[in-house]
C-alpha cells in the first residue's frame, strides 16, 4: 500500500518561511520523481514544483520561483518544499504526489498517488 503523508502546514505571517515534508511508503521512492501542487479555494489545483528521481533536475511555477525550493532525500524516503518570502496568494492546501516515472514533470495526470494535503494559510 502506497501512503504519501505530509506535514509542516500552517499559518505564517507574509514574509515568512515553512517548510513541507512528504514521506512516502510502499514504493521504492528513488525510482520516482515528487511534485507539489496547491489548491486554493474556489480554484483549481495547479503544479507548485518538480524533482527528477536523483533530484538533479527540478521545475517550478514562475510565481514562486526564487521563493520555493523543492528538495529530496532518498535515503529518508522524503521530499520537502522549502518556502520562503510567503504571500498571501500562497495560501492554499499543498500536496505531495509520486510522479509515474524518473523525469520531473509537471501535470497532475502525470502523477499516480497522491498525499492527503496540508493547509498553509498565510496572513497579510
Known amino acids: 500500500q502506497v501512503q504519501l503523508v505530509e506535514s509542516g502546514g500552517g499559518l505564517v505571517q507574509a514574509g515568512g518561511s515553512l517548510r513541507l515534508s512528504c514521506a512516502v511508503s510502499g514504493r521504492t521512492f528513488s525510482n520516482y520523481a515528487m511534485g507539489w501542487f496547491r489548491q486554493a479555494p474556489g480554484k483549481e489545483r495547479e503544479f507548485v514544483a518538480t524533482?527528477?528521481?536523483?533530484?538533479?533536475?527540478?521545475a517550478y511555477r514562475d510565481s514562486v520561483k526564487d521563493r520555493f525550493t523543492i528538495s529530496r532525500d532518498n535515503a529518508k524516503n522524503t521530499a520537502y518544499l522549502q518556502m520562503n518570502s510567503l504571500k498571501p496568494e500562497d495560501t492554499a492546501v499543498y500536496y505531495c504526489a509520486l510522479g509515474a516515472g524518473r523525469d520531473r514533470r509537471i501535470f497532475a495526470t502525470e502523477y499516480t498517488y497522491w498525499g492527503q494535503g496540508t493547509q498553509v494559510t498565510v496572513s497579510s
Open positions: 524533482i527528477s528521481w536523483s533530484g538533479g533536475s527540478t
